[in-house]
């Protein structure tokens, strides 16, 4: 039965970052939909889930790499976001962060040091900051 499953999914494309996207946006559809505007959203849901099966069963693999590279060119600057974020959150028990007045880079300084004098990497500014 396996081996008849592989045969059959030889040469599709499989999931990818924008069918998974699809999919967890056509679940929150699905439980929003139990609260509020009960069929618009079931439609939506339903609509997300066959896009995102049709995705993962076509065979047009350079279509859908296309397509997937648009969707995370799109939402790069936001995956980057997130994930400075919670790299931040990870270290502010060690470190404090800081920006620079003049250029605004991101200056990581270790805590328990006192008052400290910073120089900017990029800039070369300094300036006096407590850690």
Known sequence: MREKLEKWMAGRYGADELSKAC??????????????????LMVLAAAGIVLC????LS???????KENLRYLKL?????????????DMRTRRTHHIY????CGQRIRIP?????ICITC??????FTKRS
């Open 121 to 126: 990497p990029r800039c070369k500014k300094e």
């Open 53 to 56: 099966y049709y995705r993962i």
């Open 59 to 65: 065979r047009n693999i350079t279509a859908r790499r």
């Open 23 to 40: 999919m967890v946006v056509s679940l929150i559809c699905i439980i929003l939909s139990w609260f509020v505007l009960r069929d618009v």
């Open 75 to 87: 939402t790069n600057p936001v995956r980057q976001w997130i994930l400075r974020q919670m790299r």
């Open 111 to 115: 805590r328990g040091k006192g008052r």
């Open 99 to 102: 920006r620079c007045p003049e």
